[in-house]
């Protein structure tokens, strides 16, 4: 079965705003649960065990606590396709053991999907111990949702 779109939620819920991408999926199921054509899976910090599922999917949407320098709450949204020439050294490291990046491009090797990826994230305030998301990014996790939604809604009525 293919996917016109997957949804992964990737982060650990036990390192405070690193597990954002989990909580967010949890939200994005509420809508997405029993629509034709959208798969929502969490990964937790294990994207490479999930290459099967990604090759399935024509877009992928990747939710994520991201690093870059910013102020806690910022709000990333980068979106390639393969046609692009990026500089993809940014997803080359993180914490998850491999990068999203990766796993992507052994996708595109096996089955030629995804076409298309969107990474959304946040600036995490705090990556530490602890099962819960700090005030500032629960706050921007609001608004992302919203960009994610938007963003979804507008792939399926392109079907």
């Known amino acids: ?13 036990l390192m405070a705003d690193d597990g954002l991408g989990v909580w967010a999926l949890y939200e994005l199921d509420r809508k997405y649960r029993h629509r034709d054509g959208v798969c929502l899976l969490e990964v937790g910090t294990s994207i490479l065990s999930y290459i099967a599922e990604i ?13 870059a320098g910013n102020h806690p709450g910022t709000i990333y ?3 390639f396709d393969y046609t692009d020439t990026a500089d993809y050294q940014y997803f080359a490291r993180n914490c998850h053991g491999a990068s ?9 090797e096996l089955t030629g999907l995804p076409s298309k990826a969107f990474i959304y994230g946040i600036e995490p305030l705090a990556i530490k111990e602890g099962f819960y998301i700090s005030q500032v990014v629960k706050t921007s996790l609001n608004r992302l949702l ?8 507008a792939i399926l009525r392109k079907e």
């Open 100 to 108: 999203l990046h990766e796993a992507m491009a052994l996708s595109r």
């Open 1 to 13: 079965m293919l996917w016109k779109v997957l949804i992964v939620g990737m982060g650990n819920v």
């Open 55 to 67: 090759g399935k999917a024509e877009n992928l949407i990747a939710i994520d606590a991201i690093t």
């Open 77 to 79: 949204r980068i979106s």
């Open 146 to 153: 919203d960009i994610v939604q938007r963003d979804v809604d």
